[in-house]
């Protein structure tokens, strides 16, 4: 089982989304960050208060949640 102390769970912020350390950043806007290239000094400079380790936990949520197996829709 993943330990992921950062990631939080509140319906009252942001809705109830996957956030770093109950603040109003969600896990989806760090991964798409990345996704997209944005470096990591970069990210961390935009949001002062994300450390190294939000961003990792964020990649390894990330990756546990496409663990699922999903099956393909059958294409016409």
Known sequence: MLNLSRITFDRN???????IRGMRIPVSLVVNLVANGKPLEEILEEYPDLEPEDIRESLL???WLTQEQVYPF???
């Open 74 to 76: 059958k294409s016409a």
């Open 61 to 63: 949520y990330a990756a």
């Open 13 to 19: 912020i942001m809705a109830g989304q996957a956030c």
